[in-house]
Structures are given as C-alpha cells and as structure tokens.
C-alpha cells in the first residue's frame, strides 16, 4: 500500500494502476479514493490512473490540529501525491471539493496540470452564497461530531444533489452511503471547518481565473442546483474551458453518470492531447466587436 509524505508529516495513501500519460483523480468530501473505481476501470485502459485518500480519509492519516487542513494544504498534498507517484504533469481530475482543488492546483502549478476536469464545483463558490454554505458546513461537521459517521453519514448522502443518485441506482447509492458513514468522523468535521468553509469564493478570483491558460472540462448536472451558477461563471471566466451539463442529474456526478462521465473526460483529454482544445474565439465572445 503506497504512502506519499508531506512536509508535515502526514501519510496519504495512494493507488495507481494502468500506463500512459497520467490522470490523477481527486475526490470530493463524501467520497474517497474508492469513489473513482468507475473511472479508473475505464481510463486505466489508456492512461496511468492515480487517486489518493485526501488527510483525514483513511487510510490516510487523520491529523488532529484544525490548522492541517486547509484549501492550500490540499493542494499542496495533490502535488506531493504526484512526486511521491514520479509524476511530473498529469490531466487532473476532480469532483466537487475536488474539484475546487483541481482548479486551485491549476493556478498554483500550471505546468504541472496537462488539463483540468473541474466537476460538481460549485456550492458556496459564489460570495452571495458564502455565509450560507460557512454556516451549513459548520453545521454538519458538528453533527459528524456529535453523532458519528454510522449515524449522520446516511443523512448527508441523501441531501438534495443526492437523490438523483438515489432514484437511479439504488444499489451505487447505497454502496456509496454506506462508505461515507465508515469515514473517520474528526477528520470530516475537521475537513469542513478547514478546506470546505475556508476556501474562497470564486466570483472574488475572478481576475486570476481569466490568466488560467490550462485547457479545463467544466461538468455539472442540471439538478444540482448550487452548481449550475458556478459553472456558468467558471465556463466565462476560464478562457481555455469548456462547459458540459448533464440532464437530470445531481451533485454525484461520475458514479451517477459513469458512463457519460467517461465518454466526456477521455474525449476531453484525447483533445488536450491532440492540441485541439484551444482557448475561446474572442469572436465567440462579443469582445471583438467593441473595437470595430
């Protein structure tokens, strides 16, 4: 079982299958690194395939100091993963947190990100909607606190963006439900205080996103509410990305919908590759006309 250390002494458990140039998958808050075996599966096909247990998942450490958890500190963590790994660019893929990591990864080490699959990001991404989500998320890690995993992991999975997943297929969902509620409960509480309630709004980065030059997938379903806006502002703002929603769909985006899913992000990535996936016709975009 491969371990990747960080600078602060913290074990990330890793697995890696399949040859090729790479694809490093980052999970979202209620997954784990077993959440992408869908993806994996397909993409280990033609691609060396990475994903990692995020701090706090098992078996990863679960550090016990609020301050090891951090927007920064994840991204720093998906960069050690990949020395640990001897990666040194991949196509980086992630949902919801994620997700968020993947596009703040992309910004601190742009050379290092081949492209970027930014999936589900979008709760709590826009400032009108910050002091909400801070409160929700504050909210739920003192219910992981107080009840446990066992107990408060079901009722997470069956949030609003949750039920789609539910209803389609209630066997996926009920794997997935009963992984989350074997998650370790201090390192989800302390995930929410830390990285989730922490991070910034991306409507405040705006002027940042639009120097972000790595070629980006956007993916959304069009029942997850809290990303639909978000996604919209990152397709404007990312000036190398495209925007795919998916119909009657929620926040579970690739165990939802694996096989859409995958069809899209190895279409993505065989495009990246192929240096046909360029940065937006600034005709496509109106600009060129106020200069005529």
């Known amino acids: 079982m491969p371990f990747a250390s960080t600078d602060d002494g913290v074990k990330l458990h890793y697995e890696s299958v399949g040859a090729g140039i790479p694809v490093v998958f980052v999970h979202e ?66 949902l919801s947190m994620g997700g968020f990591n993947a596009l703040h990864f992309g910004l601190a080490y742009p050379a290092r990100a081949r492209s970027l699959t930014i999936a589900g990001a979008g709760y709590g991404a826009m400032a009108a909607d910050r002091p909400a989500f801070q409160q929700v998320s504050r909210d739920a890690a003192d219910q992981f606190e107080q009840l446990g995993s066992a107990a408060y992991g079901p009722v997470y999975a069956e949030s609003a963006a949750r039920v789609q997943y539910q209803n389609k297929d209630p066997r996926g969902w009920h794997e997935f439900a009963t992984a989350l509620a074997a998650h370790d409960a201090l390192g989800s509480a302390l995930t929410l205080r830390g990285v989730q309630a922490r991070r910034p709004a991306l409507d405040t980065m705006a002027d940042t996103l639009r120097t972000l030059q790595v070629p980006a997938l956007i993916v959304a379903g069009d029942e997850d509410d809290h990303s639909l806006m978000a996604s919209l502002f990152l397709k404007r703002a990312l000036p190398a990305s495209g925007l795919l929603v998916l119909p009657k769909t929620g926040h579970t985006i690739n165990l939802e919908e694996p096989g859409a899913f995958n069809r899209a992000v190895l279409d993505f990535i065989a495009q990246v590759e192929a240096g046909r996936w360029p940065a937006r016709d600034a005709r496509a975009t109106g600009e060129a006309l106020k200069v005529r």
């Not at 078996?59 to 040194?88: E, F, K, N």
Request: proline share 8%; charged share 25%.
């Open 29 to 94: 808050f209620a997954g784990d690194h077993r959440s992408w075996e869908p993806q994996l599966r397909a993409c280990a096909r033609r691609h060396r395939c990475v994903a990692f247990a995020a701090r706090g998942y098992p078996p990863s450490d679960v550090p016990a100091d609020p301050a090891a958890y951090s927007q920064d500190r994840a991204v720093r963590d998906l960069a050690t993963v990949m020395d640990a790994a001897g990666i040194d660019s991949a196509h980086i893929v992630g």
